[in-house]
C-alpha cells in the first residue's frame, strides 16, 4: 500500500492519517490490498466497477471493508483510516478517540436507560 498517491482528500487528513500510522507503528507493507465489485444502491455502474476496497492486516486477523463513495480513491483512504483505527483500539486502546466515542455513548445510554426505569417505576 502507497500513501504518496494523491488523495481526493484534504492534505491535512492525509497528514494526521500519516502521523497516526507512524506513532502506532504499522508497517504499511503488511496491508494487503483488493478491489471488489460493490453492491446494494447505485445502479448498473456500481455492480460493474470494481472501487470497493478490501485491507487485511494479517498479523492482526483485521479486515476492512469500504463501499461509501463511488471513486476508488476516496474509498482506499476511508478503509485505511478504519483500518488504523481498529489497530489502534487492538495495540493502544488508551488513545483510541473510538473507544473514547463508544464508551461516551455507553454512558449516555446507560444514564437514559435508568432515567425511564426511574420514572417508569414511579
Do not use: C, H
Not at 487528513?13 to 490490498?33: F, H, P, T, Y
Not at 488513545?95 to 445510554?109: G, I, N, P
Request: no cysteine.
Amino acid at each position: 500500500m502507497n500513501l504518496d498517491e494523491i488523495f481526493s482528500v484534504s492534505t491535512s487528513k492525509v497528514a494526521s492519517l500519516k502521523e497516526r500510522i507512524a506513532r502506532l507503528g504499522i508497517n504499511l507493507a503488511d496491508v494487503e490490498e483488493t478491489f471488489v465489485k460493490g453492491g446494494g444502491k447505485g445502479g448498473q455502474k456500481i455492480n460493474k466497477t470494481a472501487n470497493a476496497v478490501v485491507l487485511r492486516y494479517p498479523s492482526l486477523k483485521l479486515v476492512v471493508k469500504v463501499q461509501r463513495d463511488r471513486q476508488r480513491n476516496i474509498n482506499r483512504f476511508l478503509a485505511l483510516r478504519e483500518l488504523v483505527d481498529k489497530i489502534e483500539m487492538q495495540i493502544s486502546p488508551g488513545t483510541s478517540a473510538r473507544l473514547r466515542d463508544w464508551a461516551r455513548m455507553r454512558k449516555q445510554k446507560d444514564r437514559r436507560r435508568r432515567r425511564g426505569q426511574v420514572s417508569s417505576n414511579g
